[in-house]
């Protein structure tokens, strides 16, 4: 019965590789976001998806590029990884754009060594 | 756009005690002002929300105020118990197609 799944939990690898961290939803929203927690716990939005659409894209570095194939899914990929780019991503979703109640989900830690 | 400055960062009572936290916002279009929890380790969860026509929400032990004149709200535990103790983050948006922006967030410990 997991509400907001993600995968992987735990990423680990070398600078300048490309990864993907995947997310699905099974509440039935219509909006779906990333989230990167730094080492200092700080919740920074990157980007939202209402619909399959792209609504916030927050000063992300374009290395950085999500991508919803439906409304359920909102994936992330991230080209030649830095050293900052470590921290934990996390995905959530709302039935309805920002006034509402976000599930997040478990979370995946980045290390880029 | 929107920033939420949220004090204090660090925050340890004794079991029992009550605790306070605070958050001021900079965008009076602002209407939405949720609450969440994150326990080491786990996902960020909401405990409690309030929306700008409501100046008090009280869910048992916790309890949202907000000052909309004054732009800020606050979070208050009452009876706290050693599993309150997390890291709790205010947050603030509005309707307007921005997004969610949280506070730095209050480490709360709670010692039996």
């Known amino acids: 019965d997991t509400a907001v799944s993600q995968t992987p939990k735990y990423l680990v690898t070398q600078m300048g590789n490309d990864k993907s961290i995947k997310c699905e939803q099974n509440l039935g929203h219509d909006t779906m976001y990333w989230y990167k927690q730094d080492s200092k716990k700080f919740l920074k939005i990157m980007f939202s998806?209402?619909?399959?659409?792209?609504?916030i894209n927050e000063t992300v570095p374009n290395r950085f590029s999500p991508k919803s194939p439906d409304k359920a899914h909102l994936n992330l990929h991230i080209n030649s990884l830095e050293l900052g780019d470590s921290a934990v991503y996390f995905c959530?979703?709302?039935?309805?754009?920002?006034?509402?109640?976000?599930?997040f989900g478990p979370g995946t830690r980045l290390t880029v060594l | 756009g929107e920033n939420v400055e949220q004090h204090p960062s660090t925050l340890s009572v004794q079991e029992g005690d009550s605790a306070v936290i605070k958050c001021t916002y900079s965008d009076s279009a602002s209407n939405y002002f949720p609450w969440y929890k994150q326990e080491l380790g786990k996902r960020p969860q909401l405990i409690i929300d309030?929306?700008?026509?409501?100046g008090e929400k009280k869910d048992q032990r916790i309890a949202v105020t907000l000052n909309k004149t004054a732009k800020h709200f606050s979070l208050h535990i009452t009876e706290t118990q050693p599993e309150d103790s997390a890291v709790y983050f205010c947050?603030?948006?509005?309707?307007?197609?921005?997004?969610?922006?949280f506070g730095k967030g209050t480490t709360l410990s709670v010692s039996s």
């Open positions: 998806y209402n619909n399959k659409e792209l609504i």
């Open positions: 959530a979703s709302s039935p309805e754009f920002s006034t509402d109640t976000q599930y």
């Open positions: 309030i929306r700008s026509n409501v």
């Open positions: 947050a603030a948006s509005h309707q307007a197609g921005t997004a969610l922006i």
